[in-house]
């Protein structure tokens, strides 16, 4: 089997799949939430791989969080959420007046990690400017474009969600001329203005309205992100790429654990002690409010449903009855969920949510998997070249086609009677012919 697609409970063709696909990103809402496999091709590293850079390079700090209970022995752990112990833990042991040195190593090691997987490719920190040119950015690219050039007239302008703290979206929409909403306004100084989600552009010297597109693209980092950084003030500010790189490239370098500078927003239990609070729990409202739309439809990718809190919010928005979720999933078929499916790897359990998730066969939910079906590059694929005539548009057509042909039909009768041939009566010519009436063009 090379293709795997299911709706609920019934199994879809490569065709259904794509019909489907291709409506439901024409909904009234539409968004993505990208996960760390969704950057892999552009040079990141999912969570297997963040834990073989520690175990390799970083193996006597790793070590140290097992010997302490921060790390299950012979299980790999949830890094942002030991970064979050760590930093706990540094707290009261400053109170206290703990020596830390092995603690704040460790973290320092952490860090280290998850800095090295959002770095993606390094010619893209140097040439932004050249993104559209850079093959590995490609798909990111492809997805963007797509998504914004499927709107319709009056539409909102599609959101990207993203746990990845990498910049591979901001570059895609850069590199296609669109403006990137990311709650951050200003422009020497960028700090988060949680009003910029409600505005967008528009072209004020257009003459009625477009067909298609929009000028923006709504991003909202669940998990902060590689260029925001807090200011001494206790805001939160967004540095431009080429001030975040030798920042980056500094702190990777160091052997110091308290060299940090600051930047990289991590959210967790210990953040709702820090200034920095609001931010990420604003980003999460508006993700929240998001699936609360009506006529909404959330493409998820990349994303291995690791986080508990997301997962909830998804789960608990399946009661909007007008809301469609379409899932890849490469790993479906190990996960032992349909038996149809004939498993291609090693089995592996699935998180408890999404298991749930999947039994309940939801017609709201669709999933398609699996192996490199499930990849980001076959989400930037699938999704539909943006249409040159929608159906709206191209009833419009037949319907100014046939008043045309009726004109026409009229002039020449009012020319016969004028010459005085006995014609039929006028009203007579705005009969259409047999198969051709308008019942079939407004209907």
């Known amino acids: 089997m090379t293709f795997f697609a299911i709706r609920g409970s019934r199994q879809l063709t490569s065709e259904e799949f794509l019909a489907h696909l291709a409506l439901a990103i024409r909904l009234e809402n539409v968004g993505v939430l990208l996960g760390a496999g969704a950057s892999k091709g552009v040079g990141g590293m999912v969570m297997a791989d963040v834990w073989a850079l520690l175990t390799s390079e970083y193996d006597e700090q790793v070590q140290f969080l097992r010997d302490n209970k921060f790390l299950p022995d012979g299980e790999q752990g949830n890094v942002e959420l030991l970064l979050d112990r760590l930093e706990i833990a540094c707290l009261d042991g400053e109170r206290v007046g703990a020596d830390l040195t092995k603690l704040k190593t460790a973290r320092h090691a952490l860090r280290k990690a998850v800095l090295r997987a959002a770095i993606l490719d390094e010619k893209l920190w140097w040439d932004p400017d050249q993104a559209i040119l850079h093959p590995k950015l490609s798909s990111h690219i492809r997805l963007v474009s797509r998504l914004a050039g499927n709107r319709q007239p009056g539409q909102a302008a599609p959101w990207a969600f993203t746990t990845n703290y990498d910049l591979a979206l901001e570059w895609s929409a850069e590199a296609l001329g669109l403006h990137c909403v990311n709650g951050f306004s200003g422009t020497h100084g960028r700090t988060f203005r949680p009003s910029s989600f409600d505005l967008g552009l528009r072209n004020v010297q257009a003459r009625g309205e477009a067909r298609f597109g929009t000028y923006n693209l709504y991003l909202g980092k669940l998990h902060g992100s590689i260029s925001w950084t807090a200011s001494k ?211």
């Not at 609070?277 to 998820?300: D, M, Q, W």
């Not at 994303?303 to 919010?313: A, K, M, S, V």
Request: net charge negative; hydrophobic share 40%; proline share 7%.
């Open 233 to 443: 003030s206790g805001s939160v500010c967004e540095l431009p790429s080429a001030s975040v790189k030798p920042l980056v490239d500094q702190f990777i370098a160091s052997d110091k654990p308290d060299d940090w500078p600051g930047f990289m927003i991590f959210p967790g239990a210990s953040k709702f002690i820090q200034t920095t609070a609001f931010v990420y729990g604003e980003v999460i409202r508006r993700f929240t409010e998001f699936l609360s739309r009506p006529n909404a439809c959330l493409i998820v990718n990349g994303y291995g449903f690791t986080d508990d809190h997301i997962n909830r919010l998804v789960v608990s928005a399946l009661q909007n009855p007008t809301l469609q979720l379409i899932i890849y999933l490469p790993e479906i078929d190990r996960m032992g969920i349909y038996g149809t499916l004939a498993a291609t790897g090693g089995a592996i359990r699935p998180n408890e949510q999404l298991k749930r998730l999947l039994l309940a066969q939801l017609p709201q939910v669709t999933v398609r998997g699996f192996g490199a079906g499930g990849f980001f590059d076959a989400l930037a694929n699938d999704l539909p070249e943006p249409a040159m005539l929608d159906e709206v548009s191209e009833r419009a057509r037949q319907f100014e086609s046939l008043l045309r042909q009726a004109t026409n039909i009229q002039v020449s009768k009012k020319t016969e009677t004028t010459d005085g041939d006995e014609g039929e009566p006028v009203s007579a010519a705005l009969e259409a012919p047999p198969g051709d009436g308008f019942e079939g063009v407004l209907g």
